[in-house]
């Protein structure tokens, strides 16, 4: 088993910047790949950016690309998500997830991964 726990969610104007955090316990985290996704009200739970175990590999969604950045600290069981001139519709609650079957390549399929933190709020005020 994989204990997932992010944070550094809150609230900031548009342009700002935030960097949430995933803090692993449990099970080998170096090993899997990681992954951050996002969900707003009313909305199906989408791909915001991955990660592989060596830090590499890292996919965005168009949405982010160019303004979100992934990276991990395999000493520290953290992975991050420093999020850069963030807009209103990047408002939503943010999960980090984590897959054991996954290893040399994040997707963007929420099915393959297998443990889920309990989310963190990102909003922003236009």
């Known amino acids: 088993q994989v204990q997932l726990v992010e944070s550094g969610g809150g609230l900031v104007q548009a342009g700002g910047s935030l960097r949430l955090s995933c803090a692993a316990s449990?099970?080998?985290?170096?090993?899997?790949?990681m992954a951050w996704f996002r969900q707003a009200p009313g909305k199906e739970r989408e791909f915001v950016g991955g990660?592989?175990?060596?830090?590499?590999?890292?996919p965005y969604a168009d949405s982010v690309l160019g303004r979100f950045t992934i990276s991990r600290d395999n000493a520290k069981n953290t992975v991050y998500l420093q999020m850069n001139n963030l807009k209103p519709e990047d408002t939503a609650v943010y999960y980090c997830?984590?897959?054991?079957?996954?290893?040399?390549?994040?997707?963007?399929?929420?099915?393959?991964?297998?443990?889920w933190g309990q989310g963190t709020q990102v909003t922003v005020s236009s």
């Open positions: 449990g099970r080998t985290f170096s090993g899997y790949a």
């Open positions: 997830a984590a897959s054991a079957r996954l290893h040399y390549s994040a997707n963007y399929y929420a099915r393959d991964y297998d443990y």
């Open positions: 990660i592989n175990w060596s830090g590499g590999n890292s």
